[in-house]
């Protein structure tokens, strides 16, 4: 938790950006995890997080951007909670804690929102538990609550927490540090595996980074990707063998115990040693990813760094052969999206995709800049300038997706741009992502940590060594 004046600032900046009415911000609920007293681990809504701070269940916050005053709904505990779970501060001494002074038991609230008789702003809650609440808080259907939710107070968040505060910062290079620690046990276990002739699977790599997300931060920031299936791109399964030859991709990350995200992917041998047909391909992976971080700086687009990321893979991947023809061409056509079909990166903070529960255009564009309609730079999240302070991803990727290069086969789509001959060779190749996470500076970036390694040599010698250099 920051300081109560960080929170009281924030609210103060909120309401008078919104100017009028109230602001209702609900905070999560515990949720069954199959029944009612066994719940999943739980996460704190990150709006609430940012404007009240309390990391526990069962309140709602109101902010009266009229009369000025902040308002914390909720319960003490029972003496059954007690028990249980065991004592806590009151709903008071909390409320204090982050500046606020009025506090209210939950059951007042209903009466409190309908005394109001101007706007009552809201964002569309994602959970559907608060959804039904606030719908019944506010006489709403379901159905018509993203319609409803308040846009001037969505546009007023972004603006705030896209740039970081020095304290947020912070927690981010904290949540990073946790993650390196994931990413580095991940080599190294694949190395111990290695030495001792052990057959590993997705799902061990997985309990060995899951160890250090619990011991070194608050939990994962996502559900990790641990796959030797790199071409798809959300693989959950974790059923895989580390079979000789295979390149195994972890994207992963940890949050610091403020909520704050890691989020970095790395792509490695299962067998220490990249060949040659991988060597060049994350090469041309990494030329992408060390463009951008050169590249990057406040005031240039963001969808400017995915064309250079993109230009830079399109010419990799002809000096490979897998391409061919002029590359500005590749890049305006957008064919190298059969390697390279996702955007760039995504903001990073409270979450990992940071605000994307508002709408991923309400916090990546706006009027004047759109997203684009061309299959895979359509998926770029961010579009906007780059501003000081900001966290992004930077990660490109390389795959060989085996239906998608049938369907574009099978009509000979950008024929003039794509070696179909040649990419048939790469079916089973799996694919390629480096990510790491970027602080835009005063006039630049720099990638936070970079404590795991990223050069093949630099990865193989780090496999090799058990992780010493």
Not at 241 to 267: C, I, K, N, P, Q
Not at 405 to 434: H, Q, T
Request: proline content about 4%; overall charge negative; some cysteine.
């Amino acid at each position: 938790m920051f300081s109560k004046e960080t929170y009281s600032k924030r609210r103060e900046a909120l309401k008078k950006t919104v100017g009028s009415g109230l602001i209702l911000l609900p905070g999560n609920n515990e949720l069954p995890f199959n029944y009612s007293g066994n719940t999943f681990p739980f996460r704190q809504d990150s709006t609430f997080l940012y404007f009240v701070g309390i990391d526990e269940p069962g309140l709602f916050a109101v902010l009266d951007c009229d009369g000025g005053a902040d308002y914390l709904f909720g319960d003490d505990l029972t003496i059954e909670d007690i028990i249980w779970n065991g004592p806590a501060p009151s709903v008071a001494d909390k409320a204090a804690l982050v500046g606020i002074a009025n506090t209210r038991p939950t059951s007042e609230l209903r009466g409190f929102l309908s005394a109001h008789h101007g706007k009552i702003h809201f964002i569309n809650p994602y959970q559907g538990d608060i959804a039904i609440w606030v719908s019944e808080l506010l006489n709403i259907p379901p159905s018509q609550l993203k319609e409803r939710q308040s846009i001037e107070m969505i546009k007023a968040i972004v603006a705030m927490r896209t740039v970081k505060e020095p304290e947020e910062i912070v927690e981010i290079e904290k949540g990073v540090a946790a993650t390196e620690a994931m990413h580095r046990r991940a080599m190294i276990f694949v190395g111990e595996c290695i030495a001792s002739g052990v057959q590993a699977t997705e799902r061990d790599v997985l309990g060995e980074i899951s160890k250090v997300a619990v011991s070194q931060g608050y939990y994962h920031s996502f559900p990790p990707i641990v796959t030797v299936h790199g071409e798809v791109f959300h693989s959950h399964g974790r059923r895989g063998t580390l079979d000789d030859g295979r390149l195994l991709l972890v994207d992963a990350g940890s949050e610091s115990f403020e909520h704050y995200a890691g989020d970095m992917t790395r792509t490695f041998p299962v067998s220490g040693k990249y060949s040659d047909r991988q060597n060049d391909i994350y090469n041309i992976v990494l030329s992408a990813n060390m463009s951008v971080i050169k590249a990057a700086k406040p005031g240039v687009s963001w969808r400017k760094m995915h064309d250079l990321a993109a230009r830079e893979i399109a010419t990799g991947l002809k000096s490979v052969g897998l391409m061919k023809g002029d590359t500005d061409s590749i890049v305006e056509s957008g064919a190298y999206a059969l390697f390279f079909p996702h955007g760039l990166g995504h903001l990073v903070g409270l979450d990992v995709h940071d605000m994307e529960n508002y709408g991923e255009d309400f916090v990546g564009y706006n009027d004047n800049v759109k997203r684009s309609t061309v299959f895979g730079p359509n998926c770029l999240r961010y579009g906007l300038d780059l501003k000081e302070n900001m966290i992004i991803t930077d990660e490109p990727g390389i795959y060989f997706i085996p239906q998608l290069i049938d369907l574009w086969r099978s009509g000979n789509k950008f024929g003039d741009f794509i070696n179909y001959d040649a990419v048939e060779r790469y079916r089973d190749f799996g694919g390629v992502r480096i990510e790491d996470d970027l602080l835009i500076t005063a006039d630049g970036s720099r990638a936070i940590g970079g404590t795991v390694p990223k050069t093949v040599e630099d990865v193989e010698t780090f496999i090799k060594n058990g992780g010493c250099k």
